[in-house]
Nanobody, 121 residues
Framework: QVQLVESGGGLVQAGGSLRLSCAAS????????VGWYRQAPGKQRELVAS???????NYADSVKGRFTISRDNAKNTVYLQMNSLKPEDTAVYYC???????????????WGQGTQVTVSS
């Protein structure tokens, strides 16, 4: 089992910035993919940004140019830097990590508990 713990959410005014962090209990370097998703009230969970092994970061059109996903393999932590925040970015943000099975560990898809981001107008 892999634990993902998000932090960094909060209340911010429109135009402001926040940085979310996701600390993993297993090596991020060995993950096939890591990403951030969000779910607003009454809406489905949607992909915000992701990094897949061997590929460039992928972003939802709505956040391109404003959000940046990154990871620190030494700290087993994934970040989401969010700039120029808008009220429509308000949601619970979830960290996700996907692992392929290996000789030493089983694979699986894991979620964090989520962190609330609220952007006021």
């Amino acid at each position: 089992q892999v634990q993902l713990v998000e932090s960094g959410g909060g209340l911010v005014q429109a135009g402001g910035s926040l940085r979310l962090s996701c600390a993993a209990s297993r090596s991020i370097f060995s993950a096939n993919a890591v990403g951030w998703y969000r779910q607003a009230p009454g809406k489905q969970r949607e992909l915000v940004a992701s990094i897949t092994r061997g590929s460039s970061p992928n972003y939802a059109d709505s956040v391109k140019g404003r959000f940046t996903i990154s990871r620190d393999n030494a700290k087993n932590t994934v970040y989401l830097q969010m700039n120029s925040l808008k009220p429509e970015d308000t949601a619970v943000y979830y960290c996700n990590a996907d692992y392929m099975p290996s000789i030493v560990a089983k694979g699986g898809n894991y979620w964090g508990q989520g962190t609330q981001v609220t952007v006021s107008s």
